[in-house]
C-alpha cells in the first residue's frame, strides 16, 4: 500500500491520527523527503495511517495525563510521543525527551519548534542508562539503534 503524504519544503507531514476537540489533527509528525525510505520511517507513518501508530501505548497515555504532568520520552526518535504529550487536551504537559541520535534529536526539536512547543518540550541528545560511560551509538535505521551493537 502506498502512501502520499504531503510535502513541504522538503519536509514530509505526517499528520497524527489524534484529534483535537475540534477534529483536527493534533499535530504533524514533520521529517525529511530523504528518509521516506528509511524502515522506521515507514514503519511509523504506516502504522500511524492504518490504525495509530503503538496504538496501546498511545491510548494508555491518552488515558493517563493530567494537567501539570511531568512525561520522560527516553528514545524520543521524532517525537511522537513527546507531542502527543505536549498537546494533550487537559493542558500544561510538559516534556523532556532523550534521544541520543543527533539527526533524530534536531528533527525531534523541529516538530516541537513547528507547534512551538519549545516551551513545552525539553529536547536532550543523550542516551539513558544506569552508567555514566560513552559508547558507541550503531544505527540500523532511525529507529533502531544500539549501543555497541546489541539490541
Not at 44 to 67: A, D, I, M
Request: charged share 15%.
Amino acid at each position: 500500500m502506498e502512501i502520499k503524504l504531503p510535502v513541504r519544503n522538503g519536509w514530509v507531514m505526517l499528520p497524527a491520527s489524534l484529534r483535537s476537540p475540534d477534529g483536527h489533527p493534533r499535530f504533524q509528525l514533520t521529517f525529511p523527503r530523504e528518509f521516506t525510505s528509511d524502515a522506521g520511517a515507514n514503519y511509523l507513518v504506516s502504522s500511524e495511517v492504518k490504525h495509530g501508530y503503538e496504538l496501546p501505548t498511545r491510548n494508555f497515555l491518552e488515558r493517563l495525563f493530567q494537567c501539570g504532568d511531568l512525561f520522560i520520552d527516553v528514545g524520543a526518535h521524532w517525537g511522537f510521543f513527546a507531542l502527543q504529550a505536549a498537546t494533550h487536551p487537559v493542558g500544561d504537559v510538559k516534556v523532556i525527551a532523550f534521544e541520543p541520535d543527533p539527526t533524530n534529536a534536531s528533527i525531534l526539536y523541529r516538530n516541537a519548534s513547528d507547534h512551538g512547543l519549545t516551551n513545552k518540550i525539553v529536547v536532550i541528545c543523550a542516551a539513558c542508562g544506569d552508567l555514566v560511560d560513552i559508547a558507541p551509538l550503531v544505527t540500523n535505521s532511525t529507529m533502531m539503534h544500539s549501543i555497541n551493537g546489541i539490541a
